[in-house]
């Protein structure tokens, strides 16, 4: 969904080639990218559980599948050196063997967290922001979302008459 002044942003995930794309009404939560990035600094410090080395593993085996231009290549080898190297690289060193600015590792890092927040978390990842929908349109789906919900109730009510 494109238009005229719409950011749209792709996310990568799984499986490999299928996109998501937020032109506004969806948005990643931030506290979900936060905790993305709490693990990692806990994983980087030794200090994760066996569960969540499960959890960032496969994050990180699906986001190396879905990485399917260069900007998403980088941001994932950025991020195995940031934090999975055994010794991690700081973002200076990373930037020297990119030949890229350290400005671009933090955005790569950056861009990274948010694509295994989504190979997390899933949905919950996402948070509806409806600052930018016209009021009207906005009006509408509290509508159609009540009247869906009123119909599934009343199916579950008849159904257990």
Do not use: W
């Amino acid at each position: 969904m494109t238009g005229e002044g719409n950011k749209v942003e792709k996310y990568h995930v799984s499986p490999p080639g299928v996109f998501f794309e937020s032109c506004g009404i969806l948005a990643l939560n931030e506290a979900r990218k936060k905790d993305t990035h709490d693990m990692l600094r806990r994983y980087k410090s030794a200090k994760t559980s066996d569960q969540e080395n499960r959890i960032l593993a496969e994050a990180m085996k699906q986001y190396q599948l879905s990485a399917v231009d260069e900007t998403d290549k980088r941001a994932f080898a950025v991020l195995l050196l940031s934090y999975f190297s055994d010794p991690t690289l700081t973002a200076f060193q990373i930037s020297e063997q990119f030949h890229t600015n350290k400005r671009t590792v933090f955005k790569d890092i950056s861009k990274g967290v948010e694509a295994l927040s989504v190979l997390i978390f899933g949905i919950d990842a996402f948070t509806m922001s409806t600052e930018e929908l016209p009021p009207a349109l906005y009006d509408t789906i509290c509508k159609c979302i009540n009247s869906e919900l009123r119909e599934e109730v009343e199916k579950c009510l008849d159904s257990e008459m």
